[in-house]
């Protein structure tokens, strides 16, 4: 299993960025994918989830409004689009999945929110 996420960035307040993570060796189209974040310090918080056939979604009550979720099985990524950006977005947000009982994860990718 592989998960490689991209886009982050600086952004200013009010900015927008587009998260992406591509995905290899399993069959994408057959499990669940998630967006989530970490501050240093504090635990990593689920941000936003969708199904696999990409029919149900998911958002922490913070994001709501401002992230969509979404994802494309035909070229196996999942895209996390995030509008309105406050500072208290900054964090390392990171794409995930449970495969084999096992929860994986990507590297990760840095968005800072600052004027």
């Known amino acids: 299993v592989q998960l490689v996420e991209s886009g982050g960035g600086l952004v200013q307040p009010g900015g927008s960025l587009r998260l992406s993570c591509a995905a290899s060796g399993f069959t994408f189209s057959n499990y669940d994918m998630s967006w989530y974040r970490q501050v240093p310090g504090k635990e990593r918080e689920l941000v936003a989830f969708?199904?696999?056939?990409?029919?149900?979604?998911k958002y922490a009550d913070f994001v709501k409004g401002r992230f969509t979720i979404s994802r494309d099985n035909a070229k196996n990524t999942v895209v996390l689009q995030m509008n309105s950006l406050k500072p208290e977005d900054t964090a390392m947000y990171y794409c995930?999945?449970?495969?084999?009982?096992?929860?994986?994860w990507g590297q990760g990718t840095q968005v800072t929110v600052s004027s």
């Open positions: 969708i199904s696999s056939a990409g029919g149900s979604t």
């Open positions: 995930s999945t449970a495969f084999q009982l096992s929860r994986r």
